[in-house]
């Protein structure tokens, strides 16, 4: 700890994390029950800001892809939960959407799912040199991320090296 930072600061922002990070849980829970009978996938649940300045966006997706009324679904339902149940505290803001076409690659079957399809990868350390990587998803074995990048060449690396990784859009 620095010179002049509280030990009560540094309680308060981790209390604050667990905190967002149990709401994130049970609306992640509860978003996945609403959408399941509907073939609904959630995608993601981010939740962001303090105090009457909250956040809450689930990002949904299906196969043949997501309409207004799927998120108006989700929207409702998973909204008259929360409030029900009380699980944000305080006010907050919900969103529902699709995750876009250039959607985040969260899950290890994202890397199955979307096999054959352009993306971005950034990992947490270099590969030949190289964090920024962007190429064809070419799947994923035994936690092992195959990538096409071109000229015969395709990458390898464990899952766990993924810090980040998105579908690229092509035009």
């Known amino acids: 700890m620095g010179v002049g930072e509280s030990p ?3 309680w308060s922002a981790l209390f604050r994390e667990s905190m967002r990070q149990e709401v994130v849980s049970k609306v992640e829970e509860i978003a996945q029950r609403v959408a399941a009978s509907d073939g609904i996938e959630v995608v993601e649940v981010e ?8 956040f809450l ?3 949904i997706d299906k196969p043949q892809g997501v309409s207004h009324a799927d998120c108006e679904l989700v929207s409702q339902q998973v909204g008259t939960i929360l409030d029900v ?12 959407s ?4 250039e959607r985040k690659l969260l899950k290890p079957n994202d890397y199955i799912r979307f096999q054959g399809k352009k993306a971005k990868i950034v990992l947490r350390e270099p590969v030949e040199s190289q964090r920024h990587w962007e190429g064809t998803l070419a799947g994923l074995e035994n936690g092992t991320v195959s990538l096409d990048v071109g000229a ?3 990458l390898r690396f464990p899952l766990s090296q993924v810090e980040r ?5 092509e035009w």
């Open 165 to 169: 990784a998105n579908l690229k859009f």
């Open 152 to 154: 015969d060449r395709v």
């Open 85 to 96: 149940e009380d699980v944000v505290p305080g006010h907050y803001t919900l969103e529902v």
């Open 57 to 59: 966006r689930i990002s």
């Open 98 to 101: 699709s995750p876009g076409v």
């Open 8 to 10: 009560l600061f540094c």
């Open 47 to 54: 939740f962001k800001g303090s105090g009457g300045n909250q």
